[in-house]
């Protein structure tokens, strides 16, 4: 049995909205807009209904009420602005975690089984900035965890922190960025979404590519009439199924003989960009073209997955509701309170 207040219990609701919008955003990396609105709406009504309560409330009360509101409305919505204007992380990470700091202002209470959750609060007491510090701290274990499984692997590279080794056959249901270039491992390659849109503007599998690289990096050969590129989301190709692996062979050549080819566009990059008629994720025409030079000569390369930003929220709002703050907890262990 668990005893809260009715706000309270309603905010529960938020665990398996982002609980489903964790696993589509692992599945996709795409969660729709429309996921926010119920709780969005919620948390409009929780706003007005425990305001209501605190402006009848004694002084104290009214205080830390006010209190959480203006630092989860007044201080986390706009660093959630601010990460997503720097492209810390993504739209749909923006609109969710607006949507933490407008439902989560003060922190809940639960009495379960004769415990009170959760157990860490701290000073300010607004819980969205817990659910924030939280996700951040659930967040800095992925590149730890990538750096541990490439040491392990022998693979050493300066992107080990960042990425992992992918087979092509992988690439065309892989989420991420591609980290080489014809140059050698970076961090300018080309969104692996861009390249999906490429290939389904173009009507090509990456098997195919690979097999008659020679042939389509011709911009001559662009087709006609091209297929919508779509956003790139994995498995929504307008032409059917993804094909990873039909027995395409890659062409093996050198850096040189991929920059001599002669051609004003080689792969038709910039063709296929002036052509949509939205961006493709930032990517530029150079990106692009190095792109599908890579995808095309090798058999592995390095990728960045990225981070589902959704995931280490959802992590983070469990532990927030059970144990509450872990930043203060980690400082109190140091001994340093807030």
């Known amino acids: ?64 009420f006010l209190l959480g509101v203006v630092v989860s409305l007044g201080f986390v919505a706009p660093l959630v602005l601010v990460f997503w204007w720097f492209r810390a992380f993504g739209g749909a990470d923006m609109k969710a975690f607006l949507v933490v700091a407008a439902l989560f202002p003060t922190y809940p209470t639960y009495e379960v089984a004769g415990w009170t959750l959760p157990v860490q609060q701290t000073l300010l007491g607004a819980f969205s900035l817990t659910i924030l510090t939280n996700t951040v701290i659930v967040g800095a274990l992925y590149p730890v965890s990538l750096f541990v499984r490439n040491l392990l692997a022998g693979r050493f590279s300066k992107v080990m922190f960042v990425g992992r080794v992918t087979p092509w056959e992988e690439i065309p249901t892989a989420h991420g960025r591609l980290l080489e270039t014809p140059d050698g491992v970076g961090r300018s390659g080309v969104d692996l979404d861009a390249v999906r849109m490429y290939l389904r ?31 790139g989301a994995v498995g929504l190709d307008p032409n059917g199924p993804e094909e990873v692996a039909d027995g395409g062979t890659a062409v093996q050549r050198s850096t040189e003989d991929e920059a001599s080819s002669g051609y004003e566009d080689p792969w038709g990059a910039a063709a296929f960009l002036d052509d949509i008629d939205h961006g493709a994720y930032g990517t530029t025409s150079t990106q692009l073209r190095e792109g599908l030079t890579v995808l095309a000569t ?36 140091l001994g340093v309170a807030i």
Do not use: C, Q
């Open 201 to 231: 503007w173009r009507g090509v599998t990456l098997a195919e590519l690979r097999e008659r690289a020679h042939e389509l990096r011709d911009p001559a050969t662009l087709p006609d009439d091209p297929n919508p590129p779509t956003d």
């Open 1 to 64: 049995m668990v005893n809260a207040t009715l706000p309270d219990l309603l905010r529960l609701l938020a665990i398996p909205v982002f609980g489903w919008a964790a696993w589509h955003d692992v599945e996709s990396r795409r969660v729709a807009n429309r996921t926010w609105y119920p709780l969005a709406a919620l948390a409009v009504v929780l706003l007005v209904w425990e305001g209501w309560v605190a402006l009848h409330a004694p002084p104290l009360e009214r205080r830390w």
């Open 298 to 333: 090798e058999d592995e390369v390095w990728v960045s997955p990225g981070i589902p930003f959704i995931v280490p929220m959802f992590v983070g709002l469990l532990v927030a509701f059970g144990y509450g703050d872990l930043l203060a907890g980690i400082l109190g262990v």
